[in-house]
Nanobody, 124 residues
Framework: VQLVESGGGLVQAWGSLRLSCAAS????????MGWFHQAPGQEREFVAA????????YYGDSVKGRFTISRDNARNTVYLQMNSLKPEETSVYYC??????????????????WGQGTQVTVSS
């Protein structure tokens, strides 16, 4: 099983980026997918999660109204549209999937599979 993130990079403050996470090796159509981020010396933090059907979505408090998570089960891919980015959101962003079928979690322990991470740098 592989989760491969893409779309990270350098952006100016208040700019936008769109992250993608492509899954291979199994289908995640019965499982939630999520995004987390981790800055150096910090714990991994929840960003957003989408249920297996796309019908339930959760966001971390700091990104509500600016980030949008979505998924395409036919492509086994999850996306994170990030708008109005702030310098303090410079971090490595990780895609996560799996865990308990039909359950959408907000904690790292809710997910079995992780991508390698993609760096997002927001300059001031």
């Amino acid at each position: 099983v592989q989760l491969v993130e893409s779309g990270g990079g350098l952006v100016q403050a208040w700019g936008s980026l769109r992250l993608s996470c492509a899954a291979s090796g199994r289908t995640f159509s019965r499982y939630a997918m999520g995004w987390f981020h981790q800055a150096p010396g910090q714990e991994r933090e929840f960003v957003a999660a989408v249920s297996w059907s796309g019908g339930t979505i959760y966001y971390g408090d700091s990104v509500k109204g600016r980030f949008t998570i979505s998924r395409d089960n036919a492509r086994n891919t999850v996306y994170l549209q990030m708008n109005s980015l702030k310098p303090e959101e410079t971090s490595v962003y990780y895609c996560a999937g799996g865990g308990r079928a039909f359950y959408t979690g907000k904690y790292s322990s809710d997910y079995d599979y992780w991508g390698q991470g993609t760096q997002v740098t927001v300059s001031s």
